[in-house]
């Protein structure tokens, strides 16, 4: 009975203002997580997508595709997050399968887990030039990809107590079927130049470290991604030379992948047509897969994510899920915490036809609105503030 006063009491305090533990710091002008967020701009991020949808669909092993690998380790530098460095790897596609796009039938199953339910329409990639009604447009995709060498551009934020430990923050750049790549993954490659920009600010400092990478051929299969993990997964936490506080692969403390941030017009409407405007219940999809080795730790992070969106994203919502899946956060996800954030579940939604655009040549920055650009807005605002928090950002007064 006591103890039950006792919490009473306690309760009592909080509601009269005393304890200031029950303050939403989101409505503190001093909490430098908010201060951070009040740093991204809608303005700003669709105009880093239309920078990024100069290179067509940037598709991998073409000059525009390494025009903008160019281009983004300029505006890194540009922000000040130097300096830039670049992962080498060499792709070679595999041999046709003749099977492929085939064998799914009329199955439930979802990609990742999960089930497909209610309408669908078929997906798929285009690759007919004459699909693309722009002509100019049409020009610029005309280079088909060669095999070989590739590069891809990461920079870092080194952290000021913690340089040996970093987070990873993700998207890929390149994309195909004759458009502009505009959301996949324009949104996300912006995304996260966008946060790269906000913490390399002079007066921004994390006590731990936090990579920003722009992964190359995803779209052939997380090719990027898979030899960055390939070729710096045993150099972590190792400091190089001995002594000199430097350390070139952090140890990774969490991946955060961002892929396809725009468009959440809902479920495709009876007729195979979808519904024009972004839906009023748009939310932020945060997965993790619950078949990783790490599921229980990603499944934490993911969180993390849900709450600073509650607390920081300004329009839309956030959901976790647990069929992670398609993405460059795969090739994490047996090692460290991996989440993807997203418009869409992978698996079950953008699976089942819920972004028309995926892959084909409406993806143009024209086709979007600023209530899709405002979903972006929205993800860029929840990792930024998650990752903020998790890498224990402050601002440095009087500068
Ligand atoms: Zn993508």
Redesign the pocket.
Known sequence: MRAGWALIFVGVMTAWGGPLTGQDRSNNPDDPIKVVVDRLDLERYKATIKGLTQFGDRRQGTDRNRAAVDWIDAQLRLYGCTPTERIEYVYEPPPRNPNAGRGRGNTNAAQGGGRLRGYRIPTGVNTDPMKQPDEKLRALNAQPSTPGPREEVYCTKVGSTHPEEMYIVGA?MDGHGWGEAAN??GSGTALVMELARIFSAPDVKTDRSIRFALWNN?ETGLNGSRAYVDQRKDMQGKEVPPGSGKYPEPKWLGMIQH??MLFDHGMPLPDGTMRKEQRLEADVNLEFQRSSMQAAQAQALAWELEVANEKYASDYPAAVGSHMTNTDSTPFMDLIPAISVRENERGTQIGAGWDPQWHQPTDVFATYSDADFRLGLNAAQTSLAAIAKLSGATIRRGQ
């Open positions: 890929h996949d993954d995803e892929d396809m």
